[in-house]
């Protein structure tokens, strides 16, 4: 076995695979992110940035088959070590405790996960595979200015965020970056990035419901 | 303050063998001491089934002064109980209130399969460690010991990991029983030695290889080690495990 | 029975050098032809089983708990001695080997205790090397701490942790050598007999505590380091499975049994609180480096410890023995102690206490000093009584701890019966009459990496590599025995009798008659009574003692009844050699033996030796053998530590 393999397929090797995958949807989130809140500044900022995301072309399909791959492997990984963690506990405890380690991150990892899973398959059917006759912005505006999509779009955000806010921290301890140097300053950018992006997003999912002229 | 003597509702896992079906029995004890240990508080029960006839409840106990790392059950979902960095021959009945009921559980996890009631097999443990746990020096081979100074924090960190004594409560309370904090705390008393330098790569490899064969889960970083952990091992050492194999993995010429 | 020191010839410096150089050789490819059984895996016997592991014999490693990490030397806190003069305060190895004879109150052999004080150095240089994480200075060298009994500074520590650490070591060692295929490991054994065949030991018989099956094991050699034998008095700060019961069984098979009466009573322990105690625990005697013990000069003080001035403070250490101060030896302190509280100055609920007092240690260093160096300790008293001793001083009490008696062996570690190699507490050898502080660890790991190695290789080239395999008789003989032995524990609760007591009742009272009468200070009336109430005792026992479940099992009730019997019949020996011995030495004070000021008075012209005991059958009294001590480099004197 090469040393690749090898290391891919040992327990850590998979942490690795989820921290860094986990980190480049991070990545991508912020992006994401920062692009959408364009719409705070109306419908002209909002088309203007998609339309120079779109003007990207080929560029754009390929980040998107990138993104589309590191968004399997992530998930395939992750329901691997799901499935392998089960396995390792043949029977449950008749008491189920927490010694005051786990967050509510933490414990809800895989359920979050699902959330996130199911929640941007509704997302892309939103407005990835739509009818794109109208523009993005049309679309946007008349998605989320129905209440049961903001409930959804809030619960798949809220999954999000706790799902973040274990991530982001457990990615540099998986990668093995702790230090007491640094400790706190991990923990407070883990917060600030988990809080950032759930509070964007969750901000425009509000705005454009209660305010769907903004994109008109 | 506190009555000196309580009673107390059990519930105690009773399993014949490995491959028998356990369940939970409930027992009474009154007239308990608030000065007991839990363990002494189980001789009671033990003292008291024997003589009504009954079967003892098995259970694994050694030093009694929470160092050897033989005791442990999960008592109330909590390894080793409910105070922090104790373990259970350490814990005291005065952290009990009367009347109070206990649910009494072996440490639970695939690769520490149930022998009988509350007694486990870790013999796992000892497999992780043959894989690498060690620094390869021969009896009578070893330079004067002052011959390569360690610096004091460092040594001090090698004693704070070094101090695991392998009850496997870690891998009890964690919820996808891994054995991380165990093996990061070896992997750890060695990496940061310069004694353990020679080998420092073919460690990390052989001992990650053998944690995983041996059955244990994967690490998501829940914390709920280093939360039950008898002697206070810190989970900054998993990350320099996690650091110590991906540093080998990346690196090293070693094949694991 | 014969008693051949088998001491080299030649100087005290220059013996264990001749008898390294006279030793027969195995060669190298000859040694994966042997087999060799080591029983038990603390410091000893991990040690041992490591290193001849390393040079290419075959071992097989036998424990009792379920892994070889948790053998009892794990507990050892304080630290463990050498004479590396890294501290240049004028330590040596004459001195070390003078402080270890002399604490030892001159009945130990010169020859042994030489050479443990020679390879002391090579141990801190082993454990060192395989990263055991001692103490350092701020310069990266290894910190030292003084310790009782010694007035440098040579015990090397981790923090209180060092048996721990040190056992670690060892262990890893020994999991190496599992590894590379040259030691089996057989956890949750415990050895119930030793086989001997043509006078030779050549295999013991095993059960299986998982699943109570007998088994057996053949090899060229047993190794024994199966502890010692504090746990007879049931109270006790040994582990819980500590026993006599395989160096019991070699002694009914001919092995000598050596000093049986000295045992070490430590000074420093959590006092008794209740009849459910099952164990007492120690504090590291390292805490009278900094605590100070006292009592109420008067008895029947009510105050509060911290409100009772210093005028009415007896700080009773100080004042007798100026000099060493609370650093007295461990026998020293204990008997002091009970003398107060004899005086009926002690203190707690029990009047058996005296107080540690870390008050003025905090005024002087501070309090984080003082928590880096007993941190730990502290911790652990706290949980125990709930007290903080930063606070309010500890109370201490003497409790039984360690048994310097053991099977007689030669300076080859051998016993009287070839081919039995006896190590670490288990054998008599180097601590005499006390122990002092630290030298435990030292012993154990002098005797398994660097003693036994090379003098067992002198027994193996001479008798060969050939074995009996174990369908010999010698072998079903002894498994049948054993049989017996279970089937008649298991018979009183098979026959439905009445009135039936657990093993821990019949226990703690044959504990309580040897506290009573063969504990720190020791009588002819009080001894002779021990004669009369422990026979009585053990055939209540047999009668009367119930054990649940079947032997077929993990049983831990029959493992216990299994041990106990064993105490019942060995605490016979151990009081008769109290009796027979008529001085005071060391741990084992006679009352009808002291100075005028109290201190134990040895008589040299008629006990400079070593009592050596020998089964004669089941139902005869022991014979009694006596190996003289000769001392050529070391003048025996009155200790004084004034």
């Known amino acids: 076995m090469s040393w690749f393999t090898q290391t891919i397929k040992s327990s850590l090797g998979k942490k690795y695979i989820m921290s860094l995958t986990g980190l480049m949807l991070g990545g991508f989130l912020l992006v994401h992110a920062a692009g959408n809140s364009s719409i705070f500044f109306g419908r002209a900022a909002f088309l203007s940035y998609a339309g120079h995301l779109h003007g990207l072309g080929f560029l754009l ?18 329901t691997i070590l799901f499935l392998g963690n089960l396995g390792a506990r043949s029977s449950r405890y008749a008491v189920h405790n927490s010694a005051g380690g786990r967050s509510w991150g933490s414990a809800t990892m895989p359920y979050t996960g699902m959330v996130i899973f199911c929640f941007i398959l509704i997302h892309l059917f939103n407005f990835h595979f739509t009818d ?57 950018c883990a917060w600030l990035v988990c809080g950032l992006i759930t509070a964007v997003f969750i901000l425009i999912v509000l705005l454009l419901l209660v305010n769907s002229n903004i994109l008109v | 303050m506190a009555a000196k003597i309580i009673s107390l509702n059990l519930k105690v896992w009773r399993q014949n063998g490995p491959d028998k079906k356990g369940a939970l029995e409930n027992y009474r004890l009154e007239n308990i001491s608030i000065d007991m240990s839990f363990l002494e508080m189980i001789d009671v029960l033990n003292e008291k ?72 097999d870790r013999s796992s443990l000892d497999i992780i460690i043959q894989a690498g746990g060690f620094i390869s020096v021969n009896t009578g081979s070893a330079p004067d010991a002052n011959g390569i100074p360690v610096p004091q924090h460092k040594a001090e960190q090698a004693m704070d990991a070094a101090a695991c004594i392998g009850c496997g409560a870690c891998v009890a309370a964690c919820p996808n029983a891994a054995a991380m904090l165990f093996v990061s705390a070896k992997i750890s008393q060695l990496a940061l030695l310069p004694q353990g330098a020679p080998e420092r790569e073919k460690r990390a490899l052989s001992m990650v290889q053998a944690m995983d064969k041996e059955g244990f889960g994967n690490c998501t970083n829940e914390r709920e080690c280093e939360a039950v952990c008898p002697k206070g091992i810190s989970i900054r050492n998993i990350a320099r495990l996690n650091r110590e194999f991906l540093r080998a993995s990346l690196l090293s010429d070693e094949q694991g | 029975m014969q008693l051949d020191a088998k001491i080299p010839e030649g100087p005290l410096s220059e013996k264990w050098d001749r008898r390294r150089f006279e030793n027969r050789l195995v060669n190298p490819a000859n040694k994966r032809k042997y087999e060799i059984l080591v029983v038990g895996t603390g410091l000893a016997g991990a040690s041992a089983a490591a290193t001849l592991g390393e040079l290419g014999y075959n071992v097989k490693a036998f424990c009792i708990q379920d892994s070889p990490r948790r053998a009892h030397s794990i507990a050892a806190q304080g630290g463990i001695n050498a004479a ?35 390879v002391s150095n090579n141990i801190i240089d082993q454990c060192v090397a395989q990263g055991v994480p001692f103490a350092r200075e701020y310069g990266g060298t290894l910190a030292n701490r003084s310790f009782g009994g010694a007035q440098v500074s040579r015990t090397f520590y981790a923090r209180g942790q060092t048996g721990q650490q040190l056992l670690f070591g060892a262990y890893s060692a020994m999991m190496r050598q599992v590894a590379a295929g040259k030691v089996t490991l057989f956890p949750r054994r415990e050895m119930m007999d030793l086989v001997v065949i043509d006078g030779k030991a050549k295999g ?151 107080y540690l007092d870390f008050r003025d240690a905090i005024t002087r260093d501070g309090h984080d000093v003082i928590m880096r160096k007993y941190g730990n300790l502290f911790h652990m008293y706290e949980k125990i009584t709930a007290q903080d001793p930063s606070c309010r001083p500890m109370m201490i009490y003497p409790a039984v701890h360690y048994t310097m008696g053991g099977l007689w062996v030669d300076y080859n570690l051998m016993s009287t019966v070839p081919g039995l190699f006896v190590l670490g507490e288990a054998n008599f050898s180097d601590h005499g009459a006390n122990r002092l502080g630290a030298s435990a660890l030292m012993q ?36 049948e025995h054993v049989v017996q032995h279970i089937d008649a524990l298991m018979k009183n609760r098979a026959a439905g009798k009445k009135g039936l007591q657990t093993v821990d009742d019949l226990h703690r009272r044959l504990g309580r008659i040897l506290w009573d009468h063969c504990g720190m200070a020791r009588n002819r009336d009080g001894l002779a009574r021990a004669l009369a109430l422990i026979p009585e005792l053990r055939q209540e026992f047999w009668d009367r003692v119930t054990v649940p479940g079947s032997g077929q099992e993990l049983n831990q009730a029959l493992e216990r009844a299994g041990r106990v019997a064993d105490f019942m019949e060995f605490a016979e020996i151990m009081v008769q050699d109290a009796l027979a011995r008529e001085e005071s030495c060391g741990c084992h004070l006679r009352e009808e033996s002291q100075t005028e000021e109290h201190e134990a008075l040895r008589d040299d012209a008629n006990y400079a030796h070593v009592a ?12 009694l053998h006596k190996e003289p001590l000769v001392f050529e480099n070391v003048t025996p004197t009155q200790r004084s530590y004034k």
């Open chain 1, 61 to 78: 399909h390929a980040a998107e088959l990138l993104l589309l791959a590191i968004f399997l492997v992530h998930i395939l990984t992750g």
């Open chain 1, 132 to 188: 794109h006759s109208r523009t993005i912005a049309d679309i946007v505006a008349e998605v989320l200015a129905r209440p049961f999509y903001t409930f959804i779009y809030i619960v798949g955000l809220s999954g999000l965020g706790l799902h973040v806010s274990h991530g982001f921290w457990s990615m540099f301890q998986s990668l093995g970056i702790s230090h007491p140097k640094y400790d706190r300053v991990i923990r407070a």
């Open chain 3, 204 to 354: 013991i018989v095993c059960r299986n505590l998982v699943t109570g099956r007998l088994e057996r094991y053949c090899g060229n050699a047993v190794v024994l380091a199966t502890g010692g034998y504090g746990n007879t008095y049931f109270l006790s700060t040994n582990a819980m499975a500590s026993n006599v019961t395989a160096a019991w069984r070699a002694y009914k098979r001919g092995a000598g049994f050596a000093n049986p009466s000295f045992v070490q009573i430590h000074p420093t322990c959590i006092p008794v609180h209740g009849d459910y105690q099952s164990k007492l625990t120690l504090m590291s005697e390292s805490l009278r480096n900094d605590g100070r013990v006292w009592v109420p000069k008067n008895s029947g003080e009510t105050r509060d410890p911290v409100d009772i001035p210093e005028e009415d403070r007896d700080y009773y250490l100080e004042r007798k023995y100026p000099s060493f101060g609370n650093l007295v030896p461990r026998d020293v302190a204990s008997r002091n102690a009970k003398e107060v509280c004899d005086q009926g100055r002690g203190v707690g609920e029990t009047g058996l206490a005296v």
């Open chain 3, 84 to 118: 590396k003069n890294y501290q240049n305060d004028g330590d040596s190895i004459f001195r070390l080997f003078y402080d270890t004879i002399k604490g030892g109150d001159f009945r130990s052999r010169e020859a042994n205790v030489y050479r443990l004080a020679q």
């Open chain 3, 612 to 623: 050596v005991f020998e089964y004669k059958g089941e139902g005869k009294e022991a014979a």
């Open chain 3, 444 to 479: 154990g790991l002098a005797d398994g990496y660097f003693v036994l190695p090379y003098t067992i290789c002198d027994y193996l080239a001479e008798t060969g590599y050939n074995m009996h395999d174990t369908n010999h008789d010698a072998y079903t003989v002894a498994e």
């Open chain 2, 49 to 120: 089934l024997t003589v009504e006839g009954k079967e003892p409840v098995a259970f694994d106990h050694d030093c009694r002064e929470g160092i050897c790392g033989m005791c442990g059950a999960v008592v109330d979902g909590i390894a080793h109980g409910p105070e922090k960095e104790t373990t259970l021959c350490q814990l005291h009945m005065r952290h009990f209130q009367d009347g109070q009921t206990l649910t009494i559980e072996p440490f639970r996890a695939k690769a520490f399969p149930v022998i009988k009631d509350l007694v486990v």
